[in-house]
Nanobody, 117 residues
Framework: QVQLAESGGGLVQAGGSLGVSCAVS????????MSWYRQAPGKQRELVAT???????NYADSVKGRFTISRDNAKNTVYLQMNSLKPEDTAVYYC???????????WGQGTQVTVSS
């Protein structure tokens, strides 16, 4: 059974930093894509950042220059370092992973990130 364990959410003041992580366990196949999504109340879930198995990254325009996504393939873990946080970054952040070999995608349970002004 594949499980995604998220951690690192919390409350931070505007301008501060916070890191979240997502550890994948129980997978028999390599993870090709790891991403972070977020969803604020009343808004659509949006893609924040993506990283491939080869290390290629992509970011939403709203977080470019402030957020950094990385992964540890040996640990099957993806990280999101969030700097210069703004109140509009407040949302539930969800981990997403995709395995092409297994033809399966998985979602984490979500972790709350709140940025106060």
């Amino acid at each position: 059974q594949v499980q995604l364990a998220e951690s690192g959410g919390g409350l931070v003041q505007a301008g501060g930093s916070l890191g979240v992580s997502c550890a994948v366990s129980g997978s028999k196949f390599s993870i090709n894509v790891m991403s972070w999504y977020r969803q604020a109340p009343g808004k659509q879930r949006e893609l924040v950042a993506t990283i491939t198995s080869g290390g290629s990254t992509n970011y939403a325009d709203s977080v470019k220059g402030r957020f950094t996504i990385s992964r540890d393939n040996a640990k099957n873990t993806v990280y999101l370092q969030m700097n210069s946080l703004k109140p509009e970054d407040t949302a539930v952040y969800y981990c997403y992973v995709y395995s092409a070999a297994a033809f399966r995608a998985y979602w984490g349970q979500g972790t709350q990130v709140t940025v106060s002004s």
